[in-house]
């Protein structure tokens, strides 16, 4: 049952990132400050590279670890 939530609450977690990323992705290029459009979409790349070494770190330790 806690299995079943807690991928519940990652799959929601997930889509709302997604959901939220987009929406800055796209809204970043309507500021005053032409700047923000680059630092803002350097950022994103950088958490969604930081997000998948970590999903690549575990994953690789959970099939080396069963």
């Given amino acids: ?5 807690q991928v519940t609450l990652a ?7 997604i959901c939220t990323v987009r929406f800055i992705w796209a809204c970043a290029g ?4 032409s700047g923000f459009f680059y630092i803002v979409r350097g950022l994103i790349l950088a958490i969604l590279l930081f997000i998948g070494a970590i999903f690549a770190i575990t994953g690789f ?6």
């Fill in 61 to 66: 330790e959970t099939i080396t670890n069963s």
């Fill in 30 to 33: 309507n500021s005053n400050y």
């Fill in 1 to 5: 049952m806690a299995a079943t939530i």
């Fill in 11 to 17: 799959i929601l977690s997930f889509i709302y990132y």
